[in-house]
C-alpha cells in the first residue's frame, strides 16, 4: 500500500506568533491534517543558537505548544513534539555535520544576514542548517511548507540527502520545499517591505494571535497604506500596505480577488482598516480562548507533548539506527 505522503514543519519557541505565522504556515498545517502525514516540531534546539534566558525557554515551549493546539494542530491527526525530547535529532546533525563541507554553510544568506549582527559569532549559528536537515530527512519528509526566505536551507537539505546516499547508500527521500503562493510572507504593518517577524516588539508592526479586540484595531488603523486611495490587489511596491492588507483579508475570508475588489469598490482605506480588524478579531477568537484553555492545564500540555514525543521517537529512533549502521559505528545492543 503507498503511503501518504509525509510533511515536516518546524517553528522556534521564541517570540510571539502572529496573524502572518497563522496564514503563512499553522493555516497549512491545519488544513493538510488527515491527508498527509504530518511532523510538527517545536524547535527548541535551534532556539539555542542565540542566547536564550532558561525560565523563558521553557515559558514560551508550552506556550508554542498550547497556540499550535488553540490554532487547530490535532494531536490526534498530526505528531506535535519538542524537537530535544528526540535525541535522533542531535546525533544525525553531529553525523551531517561531518559531511557537510564549510562553504556550503558560509554561503547560506540567513547565516550571512544573522552574522553580521553579533561580534561573535557561535557555531551553532553556522551549523544550523544541518541540524534542520537532520530534522527533516528523519521522518523521511517528502515536503516541507516553508516561506521564500528557507528555501534555501531546504536546497542544502537535499544536498545533504543526495551525499549522504552518494556516500553511504540509498537512505533518504529527497524533499522538496512547498511556498504557498499567497500568504507566506505576510509583511508588517508598520513597514510593509518587510516580512512580519516574532521578533519585532515594536508596538503595531505585527498583529500577534492572542491580542486582544482592542490591540488589534489599533494596529490596523494605524496600518502604513499610500496616498492612491485605491482597494485593489497589486504588485507594485508603493502600494504593498494595502496589498498586505488585502491579503490578510483574502485568506481570512477565502472570498476571491475580483469579489473583493468589487466590495469595496468606491470605499476608502478607512473601510477597508475597520472591516478588516473586525474579520481578524472574529477570527482569532475561538483560538485566544483555546490557548487560555489549554495554558491552565499545563499537565495536559505535558501528557500531549509526551505522546508526540514517543510517536515522533517510533519513526527517528529506527531512522538513527540505519544511519549510524551505514556510517559505520559498532551499535549497542539496545541499537542492534
Not at 554561503?107 to 534542520?132: D, F, I, N, W
Not at 530534522?135 to 544536498?159: C, F, M, N, S, W
Not at 507533548?305 to 549502521?325: D, F, N, W, Y
Amino acid at each position: 500500500m503507498t503511503r501518504k505522503p509525509r510533511v515536516f514543519s518546524g517553528i522556534q519557541p521564541s517570540g510571539n506568533l502572529h496573524i502572518g505565522n497563522y496564514l503563512g504556515a499553522i493555516q497549512q498545517w491545519v488544513a493538510g491534517q488527515g491527508q498527509k502525514t504530518n511532523f510538527i516540531c517545536i524547535v527548541d534546539l535551534h532556539a539555542i543558537t542565540v542566547p536564550q534566558n532558561p525560565a523563558d525557554l521553557r515559558r514560551q515551549t508550552r506556550e508554542l505548544a498550547a497556540l499550535l493546539l488553540a490554532c487547530g494542530i490535532d494531536p490526534q491527526q498530526t505528531t506535535l513534539f519538542v524537537q530535544s525530547h528526540v535525541r535522533a535529532h542531535a546525533e544525525c546533525s553531529w553525523v551531517f555535520s561531518c559531511i557537510t563541507p564549510l562553504g556550503w554553510l558560509e554561503r547560506m544568506t540567513q547565516y550571512k544576514a544573522k552574522a553580521q549582527k553579533q561580534e561573535s559569532v557561535m557555531t551553532g549559528l553556522l551549523t544550523y542548517p544541518v541540524l534542520m536537515a537532520a530534522d527533516i530527512l528523519l521522518y523521511d519528509a517528502d515536503e516541507v511548507p516553508v516561506g521564500e526566505d528557507q528555501k534555501q536551507h531546504i536546497e542544502l537539505t537535499r544536498d545533504l540527502a543526495q551525499r549522504f546516499n552518494y556516500l553511504f547508500g540509498e537512505t533518504f527521500v529527497i524533499p522538496k520545499p512547498v511556498i504557498r503562493e499567497s500568504g507566506a510572507r505576510i509583511m508588517g504593518l508598520d513597514d510593509p517591505t518587510v516580512k512580519m517577524s516574532k521578533s519585532e516588539t515594536a508596538r503595531g508592526h505585527a498583529i500577534r494571535i492572542i491580542d486582544d479586540p482592542d490591540e488589534i484595531r489599533w494596529a490596523i488603523k494605524r496600518a502604513v497604506t499610500d496616498s492612491f486611495n485605491e482597494i485593489r490587489f497589486s504588485d507594485d511596491p508603493e502600494r504593498a500596505g494595502v496589498n498586505n492588507l488585502l491579503q490578510i483579508y483574502e485568506l481570512l475570508t477565502g472570498r476571491s480577488r475580483p469579489e473583493i475588489e468589487a466590495h469595496f469598490a468606491g470605499k476608502g482605506y478607512g473601510a477597508l482598516k475597520r472591516e478588516l480588524a473586525e474579520v481578524v478579531i472574529e477570527a482569532l477568537r475561538p483560538i485566544r480562548e483555546r490557548y487560555y484553555q489549554l495554558m491552565d492545564d499545563p499537565a495536559e500540555l505535558d501528557r500531549i507533548l509526551a505522546i508526540g514525543a514517543e510517536q515522533a521517537r517510533a519513526v527517528a529512533e529506527p531512522k538513527m539506527t540505519l544511519i549510524l549502521e551505514r556510517v559505520g559505528f559498532v551499535l549497542p545492543k539496545d541499537r542492534r
